[in-house]
């Protein structure tokens, strides 16, 4: 069985857990993104030996199968977008608080790292999930 070499610099750049100094995960959700994708093949490149140099095929396959996952995410989310965007001026139903099911006019779409949300009739950050409704 080979080990990939993005799995290999994973688990060399994992602190192992000793005794009582453990230390909090700094990606507790263990979700890469592309600098920590970069980081992690430039440390096993780093730490590779020169007498023994990885296979450069590895490491192409990997970066193109990266860049096809990032390149299909950031067309769902413009997708998302596309869609919140087509709502404004619509009639929408939203689970509010204490599941009260609140309906109201779509004015605006905002786009930040966290997701899309939309604004109904002043109140902001309302999630596309909890929209259960769209006239």
Do not use: W
Request: hydrophobic residues 40%.
């Amino acid at each position: 069985m080979t080990t990939s070499p993005l799995a290999i610099a994973a688990a060399a750049a994992t602190p192992a857990a000793s005794g009582s100094s453990e230390k909090t995960p700094e990606n507790p959700n263990g979700v890469l993104g592309q600098n920590d994708f970069l980081k992690l093949m430039i440390a096993q490149l780093q730490a590779q030996n020169p007498l023994e140099p990885g296979n450069s095929n590895e490491y192409l396959n990997e970066l193109a199968q990266f860049t096809q996952v990032e390149q299909m995410t950031n067309m769902a989310n413009a997708n998302e977008l596309s869609g919140a965007v087509q709502m404004i001026g619509h009639k929408v139903s939203y689970n509010g608080a204490n599941a009260q099911v609140v309906t109201g006019t779509v004015e605006s779409v905002q786009s930040s790292a966290t997701g899309t949300t939309v604004t109904v009739e002043g109140v902001p950050n309302i999630t596309l999930a909890s929209l259960t409704n769209v006239e």
